[in-house]
């Protein structure tokens, strides 16, 4: 039943009303009296019981509660809000003078311009320069530069930073005198929002019938954020059709899944499977999309700065396709005229060398390789 709300005004004159009509000789409701000042004195009472109770119904349903109240009420079904995911990429330590060997430690810790994003150098034994057991990166001498992985040091999207904006070593890093991201950083999320973890609770009730595809998306999107992932039936990993297999391929937004998500989104679906069913669970395979096109630009405008805008516009758009997501070719000069209007008119516009659509196999994902804005 919908609850009915008065206001200040509406309580003080319900409550005159009842006393006008059982005392109407005796009773002074003038302003500034005395059984007015008691009247409105009941009705600040009777507005902050009704708050109360709003709250409290606010609090008791999963479609009005907010922050921690929704947390709390989510936790009774052993559900968690999922937490913010780091940012990552690549950077560049680069020296002026590599006449010696140096080494990049895991941890190094490098920051944005202004100070205001933080990164730490993370391992990486695919990394050819890694050296485990000096727990870092070696800079050999007669090499100038050097790639090495970070992930921000505060999990979010603050993170997400663009091309060339990390240029500080924090600490003296003895043989290497600078650092830079050629690209822009991506995969950093804030923590699941209110509406999304409402969402994901409708998801979690409809999939405790278990061994339906809600249920096996269901576990697999409750392992982080920015998971994407395809479901095939009766299929193999190499595409041969048997009954009662499927495929889960599984994409965490960088093309290159590691191994322990692997391990761990295998758990989850085998905490689903229905009975007596056989799964495997991959990796995407990325497919690179080379770009390039001609812009030219607006009387006044700087070449340069326009360019990479667009640039980075084509990155974000293509690396959003969701896995077997055919790249148009046609909607990479959509893209460059949307990303700025400073954009006079796009020409020459290749895709992997020429003009047709990229379409992926249904276990891939299209990726961008460089873009070249001229």
């Known amino acids: 039943m919908q609850l009915q709300l008065r206001t200040f005004s509406s309580l003080v004159s319900a409550a005159a009303a009842s006393v006008q009509g059982t005392a109407s000789q005796l009773a002074d409701l003038t302003v500034g009296s005395t059984l007015r000042a008691v009247l409105e004195a009941n009705a600040s009472i009777s507005l902050w019981m009704q708050w109360l109770i709003l709250q409290v119904l606010q609090?008791?349903?999963?479609?009005?509660?907010?922050?921690?109240?929704?947390?709390?009420?989510?936790?009774?079904?052993?559900?968690?809000?999922?937490?913010?995911?780091?940012?990552?990429?690549?950077?560049?330590?680069?020296?002026?003078?590599?006449?010696?060997?140096?080494l990049i430690p895991v941890g190094t810790s490098v920051r944005t311009a202004d100070g205001s994003q933080s990164f730490a150098v993370i391992a990486s034994a695919g990394n050819a320069a890694f050296s485990a057991a000096q727990n870092g990166y070696l800079l050999g001498a007669g090499i100038g530069s050097l790639e090495v992985p970070v992930a921000a040091a505060t999990p979010g999207s603050a993170g997400n930073v663009q091309a060339g904006a990390i240029s500080l070593i924090v600490a003296a890093l003895p043989g290497v005198d600078t650092v830079n991201n050629a690209a822009a950083f991506l995969g950093g999320l804030d923590a699941e929002s209110d509406p999304a973890l409402r969402t994901r609770f409708q998801n979690f009730l409809g999939s405790l019938s278990r061994a339906t595809p809600a249920a096996v998306g269901y576990a697999i999107a409750s392992i982080q954020q920015g998971l994407r992932y395809t479901i095939q039936e009766n299929v193999t990993p190499d595409g041969a059709t048997r009954m009662g297999s499927f495929v889960v391929t599984?994409?965490?937004?960088?093309?290159?899944?590691?191994?322990?998500?692997?391990?761990?989104?295998?758990?989850?679906?085998?905490?689903?499977?229905?009975?007596?069913?056989?799964?495997?669970v991959q990796a995407v395979t990325p497919v690179a999309a080379n770009v390039s096109m001609t812009l030219t630009v607006m009387p006044g405008a700087v070449h340069s700065t326009v360019a990479a805008i667009v640039a980075s516009a084509l990155e974000v758009f293509i690396d959003a396709l969701p896995i077997g997501m055919a790249l148009p070719w046609s909607r990479l000069a959509q893209?460059?005229?949307?990303?700025?209007p400073l954009v006079g008119n796009v020409t020459n516009v290749l895709l992997n060398g020429g003009t047709a659509d990229l379409v992926p196999p249904p276990a891939s994902v299209v990726k961008a390789a460089p873009v070249v804005v001229n």
């Open 59 to 102: 609090m008791t349903r999963a479609s009005t509660s907010n922050g921690s109240d929704l947390d709390s009420w989510v936790a009774d079904f052993t559900l968690a809000r999922l937490p913010a995911v780091a940012a990552s990429g690549t950077v560049t330590f680069s020296r002026f003078a590599p006449v010696s060997s140096a």
């Open 250 to 280: 599984v994409d965490d937004g960088t093309g290159f899944p590691p191994a322990s998500l692997m391990s761990t989104v295998s758990g989850a679906v085998e905490s689903v499977r229905p009975l007596g069913s056989t799964y495997a």
């Open 335 to 340: 893209v460059a005229y949307e990303a700025s």
